[in-house]
């Protein structure tokens, strides 16, 4: 079954550093998305990504956070400088996006451990 | 407004025993959807039910949804010990862009043989 997959599965990096995470989303799927997890609190959106532009993007996404679809199979999310805040585990997901909303399934990866020193 | 809050928050049953969680939300949807996760791992997806089913089933999970009172609910049947993870319920909320889901707290299920 095709899946999304992330890299790496953990990174630790130090306050104010960048940080770049990698997804390659299903293949035939038009819609991205980029969601976090800190730990113990709810999963929570960050970006949605279609057409090569960003569809929506949450609070949490501010200046410091950027996406791109550099090729045509990889998502990256980057954190310009990283805080201690920004410690979360990091969701990539997808969609085809070419059935109706209503039977439209989201698929996440295995997610990216983040942590900030 | 939030969405998708479960309820218990916490479950420990015994092996081949029912788990049954629930899931409220406050907004009109196009369909709720159901995730497992492992501790520490990604979020698996369970199942979709869309706002004009009512009932639904896979294997051993069965999901109910009740758009009058925004509610939900997931049934595993005869749970193993390898069904102890933590279950989220996630709407996609009419109102929001396509794919942004908000998800509950979640249950966490533990399973003792």
């Known amino acids: 079954e095709p899946e999304v997959t992330q890299t790496p599965s953990h990174q630790v990096t130090q306050m104010g550093q960048e940080v770049i995470l990698r997804c390659v989303p299903i293949?035939?799927?038009?819609?991205f998305y980029w969601y976090r997890q800190i730990l113990g609190q709810k999963v929570e959106f960050l970006v949605s990504?279609?057409?090569?532009?960003?569809?929506?993007k949450s609070e949490i996404f501010d200046d410091q956070f950027s996406v791109e679809r550099p090729d045509g199979s990889n998502f990256t999310l980057k954190i310009r400088s990283t805080k201690l805040e920004d410690s979360a585990m990091y969701f990539c997901a997808s969609n085809r996006g070419t059935v109706s909303r209503s039977g439209n399934t989201i698929y996440f990866g295995e997610g990216s451990w983040l942590t900030v020193v | 407004s939030q969405q998708g809050e479960e309820d218990p928050q916490a479950l420990s049953i015994q092996e081949g025993e029912n788990a049954t969680m629930n899931c409220s939300y406050k907004t009109s949807i196009n369909n709720l959807q159901w995730y497992r996760q492992n501790s520490g791992r990604g979020l698996v997806h369970l199942i979709l039910i869309r706002s004009n089913e009512r009932e639904k089933h896979s294997g051993r999970l069965r999901v109910t949804l009740d758009t009058s009172k925004k509610s939900s609910s997931l049934l595993i049947t005869a749970s193993r010990a390898a069904d102890t993870a933590s279950y989220f319920c996630a709407t996609d909320a009419e109102t929001d862009s396509w794919g942004k889901l908000q998800f509950g707290a979640g249950t966490q299920v533990v399973v003792t043989p």
């Open positions: 990504f279609y057409n090569n532009e960003i569809s929506e």
């Open positions: 293949s035939n799927h038009l819609y």
